[in-house]
Antibody, heavy 119, light 108 residues
C-alpha cells in the first residue's frame, strides 16, 4: 500500500541542525511532489515547502528560506528535510506528505517526526 | 504574506450540520483543500479541489467555494467527526502553500 515512513524522533540543542527522512513506497515516487508540514505543540499546521522529484526544484515558504532545505534521492524513493540554526520555536512534529504535482492536494501523509530543541 | 482565515471553533449537536469557512483573497483562482486532524494523528484529506470527496470519506462531508470563501459542510455530524479541520490553498503565485489557522469542531 502507499505509505510514507519517516525517521525517528530527534532531540537537538539550540543552534544545531536536524535532518528528517521520508521514505516512500507503494507508488512511483517521481510522479508526485513531496511536501513538508510542521505543527508546533498545541498549534496549527504550517506548510514549509515542496519539491518535484522530477525537476529537483524546490519551493519554500518565505518564513523558512535560508535555513530549510529539501533534498531527494530518487534511487531510494526518499526525501529529506534539513533545518538549521534551530531554536526552541522549531520544536514541532514534522510531517512529509505526498502532493499531486503542482497542487496543494496532499493525499498521503507520514506519521510525523517529533523534533525537540532544548538546551 | 498570504493568509487564510478560519473560525477558531464550531460546535454542533449530533445529527446537525456544521459549516466551517475559510476566506482568502486568492480563493477565486485557487482550489481549497480540507484536512481533518484528530488528536495525535496525521491529517487526512476530506475534500479536494473545493468540492470533491476522496474515496473512503463519508458522504456527509461536502465542500463548496464562492468568491473569496470556501466552505466545508458536515451534514449530520457524528461524534467521531470531532477534530480539528484545516483548509489549505496556494497564494496567487501558486508557489506558496498556506494553511488556515484551523477550526476545532465539537459535536455534543
Amino acid at each position: 500500500q502507499v505509505q510514507l515512513v519517516q525517521s525517528g524522533a530527534e532531540v537537538k540543542k539550540p543552534g544545531a541542525s536536524v535532518r528528517v527522512s521520508c521514505k516512500a513506497s507503494g507508488y512511483t515516487f517521481t510522479n508526485f511532489d513531496v511536501n513538508w508540514v510542521r505543527q508546533a505543540p498545541g498549534q496549527g499546521l504550517e506548510w514549509m515547502g515542496w519539491m518535484d522529484p522530477n525537476s529537483g526544484i524546490p519551493g519554500y515558504a518565505h518564513k523558512f528560506q535560508g535555513r530549510f532545505t529539501i533534498t531527494i534521492n530518487t534511487s531510494i524513493s526518499t526525501a529529506y528535510m534539513d533545518l538549521s540554526s534551530l531554536t526552541s520555536e522549531d520544536t514541532a512534529v514534522y510531517f512529509c506528505a505526498r502532493g499531486v504535482a503542482g497542487t496543494t492536494e496532499l493525499d498521503v501523509w507520514g506519521k510525523g517526526t517529533t523534533v525537540t530543541v532544548s538546551s | 504574506s498570504y493568509e487564510l482565515t478560519q473560525p477558531p471553533s464550531v460546535s454542533v449537536s449530533p445529527g446537525q450540520t456544521a459549516r466551517i469557512t475559510c476566506s482568502g483573497d486568492a480563493l477565486p483562482k485557487k482550489f481549497a483543500y480540507w484536512y481533518q486532524q484528530k488528536s495525535g494523528q496525521a491529517p487526512v484529506m476530506v475534500i479536494y479541489e473545493d468540492s470533491k470527496r476522496p474515496s473512503g470519506i463519508p458522504e456527509r462531508f461536502s465542500g463548496s467555494s464562492s468568491g473569496t470563501m470556501a466552505t466545508l459542510t458536515i451534514s449530520g455530524a457524528q461524534v467521531e467527526d470531532e477534530a480539528d479541520y484545516y483548509c489549505l490553498s496556494a497564494d496567487s503565485t501558486g508557489n506558496q502553500g498556506v494553511f488556515g489557522g484551523g477550526t476545532k469542531v465539537t459535536v455534543l
